[in-house]
């Protein structure tokens, strides 16, 4: 079973930086395209950013220039480094699969103001 375990959310002020990771179980070259989403009380869920085996990368119009997606396939890990945080930024983030077959329990981002 494919488990991908996410971790480094925490509470950040504005402005400030952190950088998520997201463990698999499994090679993450298997999957085409890995994924960052992430999801605000009473906001739907948004694509943050992929990364493809090829290394291209994509991201939503509000993290351009912010956030950068990353990833290390010795160690199997995905990882989200975010920068000048803002209150719009506090979500849950999930890392997972484009399309969105896999995905794990997700990790809590809170920006004060």
């Known amino acids: 079973q494919v488990q991908l375990v996410e971790s480094g959310g925490g509470l950040v002020q504005t402005g400030g930086s952190l950088r998520l990771s997201c463990a698999a179980s499994?090679?993450?070259?298997?999957?085409?395209?890995m994924a960052w989403y992430r999801q605000a009380p009473g906001k739907q869920r948004e694509l943050v950013a992929t990364?493809?085996?090829?290394?291209?990368?994509t991201y939503g119009d509000s993290m351009k220039g912010r956030f950068t997606i990353s990833r290390d396939y010795a160690k199997n890990t995905v990882y989200l480094q975010m920068s000048s945080l803002k209150p719009e930024d506090a979500a849950v983030y999930y890392c997972g699969t484009l399309p969105r077959r896999y995905w794990g329990q997700g990790t809590q981002v809170t920006v004060s103001s």
């Open positions: 499994g090679s993450i070259f298997n999957f085409n395209v």
């Open positions: 990364i493809t085996t090829g290394g291209a990368t």
